[in-house]
Each structure stands twice: as C-alpha cells, then as structure tokens.
C-alpha cells in the first residue's frame, strides 16, 4: 500500500493541502503502508524552492513524515516526453495546430449557442498534407490525447462510491503537452505526468481533494491507453468557508505556517484538520494524537459533503490541546519565543512553575508570551491599576506591607506564609484585606485582573522582585 502528496511549490503549504496530506499520512499509517512525496514543479514559472522548503516544513511540524525521498517532477521530464511519443505513435495522441485565434473563436460561437466549451476535436483526423501545411505556416502544435465522446469512465471511489463520468463530458481531445515548434514536444501536462508519476512511484491509492474528481476521469483513460494498473481512488470533501465556499487566501489565513506564527500548536493543528472531513468512531473523543487516529482511521467515515472551517472549534481544541501539554513539553514549545524576547530560561524550576501558572489560561501559544511578560519585565501600571493605588488607603496598604516583609521576609516558596503575612499586615495596620490584595496585585502586575496572586507573588519573589515591586509604587 503506497500513497503519496504531490503539492505544487507554488504557495506556501494551504491548510487544504496539508489535510489531503493528513489523510493519506493516516490511511497508510493504519494499513501499514508507505507515505511519499512528490513535488510538481513542472510549472517553471510559478515554482519555487522556498515554496518547497515551506510545504516540506509544514508537513514535518504537523508531524507527517514520508518514507523514501521526496520525487521531483521536474526530473522525470525525459519520460513524460517519451510516453508522448509513444501515445502519438500509437496513434492515441495526435498534434493539435489550432492555434490561439481559431479556439477561442470556437469558443465564443459555443457560447452564442448555449453549448460548453469544448474542443471540438477539429484536428484530430488531419491528412499528412494538412498537417504539413499547417507546419510550413510555421505553425506551433499542442499534442491533444483523444477521447471518445462515447466512452464511460467508472471507478469506486472509496469515499464516494460508484463514479461514473461520460466521455462527453471530459471537454473533447485532451492537451498532454503545452503549444511547442511543429516537431517538438512542449511541456508535459498534468494529467499526463501524474499517471505516469503515480505509476512510477507505485502509488496503490490517490486520495485528493473532490476537486480533482474530472482529472480522474481523465487520468484513468490515460492508465488504459498507456497499459498501466489502475490505482483506487479517494476525493475528499473540501475545507469551505464559514459562507459555505471553498476556502481561500480571501478568507484570511490559509497556510499552515501563518496558523503557526499565530500560535497555533501542530498537534492541536493536526486534531482540527483530521475533523474536517472525518468522523470519529463512537466513544473516541475529539481531542487525539495522530498515533491514536492512525490507529483507527478509515476512509468510510470520511464525509462527502465539504467542511467547514470553524475557528471556535480551532481555538477550543488549542487550548485543549495546550492544557494536557506536560508543563516540561510546553515549556519548551514556549522557550524559542521567551529566549526571543530576551529572556532568560536558565532557571528552569521557576520557568516550569510559572508555565504551570499560565498554562491553564492559554489558548495559543502566543499567550505564553504575553502572560509571561510581567514576571520578565516590570510591568507599567495599567489604566485600571493606577486607579487602585489612587484610591485611599492603597499606598498605605503597600507601605504596611513593606514593613511587615522586613520583619518577616517570604521566599515565595509556602504559599501559607504568604497568606500569613497578609492577615498580620491586614490586622496589624487595620487595613481591609481586600484592598490589600488589589493593592500588591497592582503593585506585582500593574493590573486589576490576572493569575492567581500568591503564585504569582511567589515566582517574584523567589527572583527578589516582589519588595522591588512594592516599591516603586511608593
Ligand atoms: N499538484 C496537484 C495539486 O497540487 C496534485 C493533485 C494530485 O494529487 O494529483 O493539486
């Protein structure tokens, strides 16, 4: 069992991609096959290496590693070409002249008429002494692949069942290789190279996206005529917008590096996308590891109709996802931006608490870093904050608590000392503890609302800065 991605470097890795590429990663993990890559970069213009870099990237933050090395379209071009020729040998394929002018003429007298463009099939039967006209008006040629209106393409799809297209209904003659001097033979096509790419890789499944279901059509005429076996197919629905259309770079983010910049982590990432499209088994709940679906993911509970993109569910599963997360494991998904930040990760027990303070609040990793913010800096006093220590008995509150830490210093480590000292100071200088707490929470935080207050004044004070913090607001 082998199946394979073949995205096109021409874009970064879109969500609808990486989820085909989820599909096949699962179904080959469940059956125990083999993933593979191949990159189309048959279009020399659009094509580009970082494209590549990024989509290959993308895979392996989401966790889909392939077996063997990726294949590169480009460089099996020889064989395209040769597979071309004999298809025009055979007299399957023959050398289209028509030229630019003439077709979208036909085209135009089409739509007077109601009718679908269509090629017309004009050159398929020409004479040699046609043909040698049109090749000494210095004409250029595409090579069209012919196919019988009368034909009936069938296959089972293993999403959709029973397929059945009509030849007639596949737009007349097909362009294999794109317009090149009369004897040459331009580019090869896409339908073309993937049949003899998939062919060669000895892809057993095609899973793609529903948008390729005429492309199938097309490409299982191809197997036949070039004497190949035939692969099973799989189309899946597509990922739409919250509009019902499909979804696009419109629709804001659609690239899986982008939702990582934003912070979204790969596995809670790779959790969305196997929902979007597939049902889980009764009793599974929805928040799973990739292991876990690739141990009971199948094609039959992938859905025909699309799948919306639904950013609550995303934002839901994240911070799920995040909240499970051992504090040591999201410490270190977090440690790349602190340290970009410009702050110092060595000690890593307090780093580890301060995770276990924060981690329950985060729904993107991004929040790490703005939550962590200030027990690094000294926060300036917020709108709100400034109002607290405006209000009576505020400063008071802070200075009483001074003094009581000079007598009876905390090392932030026993949260009962804490509480401890609250209740003296409170006592003591005849002060509510209510103000006493919004007063040190200002005065740690610079804000009314915010994590638990003794773990927070805890971290800061096992790093000195608590006293400091008070402080300040003198
Ligand atoms: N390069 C094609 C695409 O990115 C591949 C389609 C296929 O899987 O055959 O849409």
Redesign the pocket.
Known sequence: MRVRL???PTGKLHIG?ARTALFNWLFACQKGGKFLIRI?DTDKERSKTEFTENILEGLHWLGLNWDEEPVIQSKRIEDHRKAIRSLLDRGLAYRCYATEAELELMRENQKKHGMAPRYDNRHRDLTAKQQLTFKEEGRTSVVRFRINDETTVNWNDLVRGPMRWEGVDLGGDMVISRRAPAEEIGDPLYNLV?VLDDSNMEITH?I?GED?IA?TAKQILLYKALDLPIPKFAHTPLILNPEGKKLSKRDGVTSISEFKDMGYISEAMANYMTLLGWSVPSGMEERFTLQEAGKVFNLDRVNKAGAKFDWDKLNWLNSQVIHHLPSETLLQRLEPLWINQGWSTANKEWCIDLIKLIGPSMTLLNDGVDQAKPFFNTPLLEEDGRKQLELDGSIKAIESLLNQLEKTPWDGKQSDSAKEILTITSKSADIKKGLLMKSLRVALLGRMNGPDLITSWGLLARIGQDRLRLRRCL
Request: charged share 20%; proline share 10%; aromatic share 0%.
């Open positions: 073949a995205p096109s991609t189309e993937v095609v793609r390729h492309n």
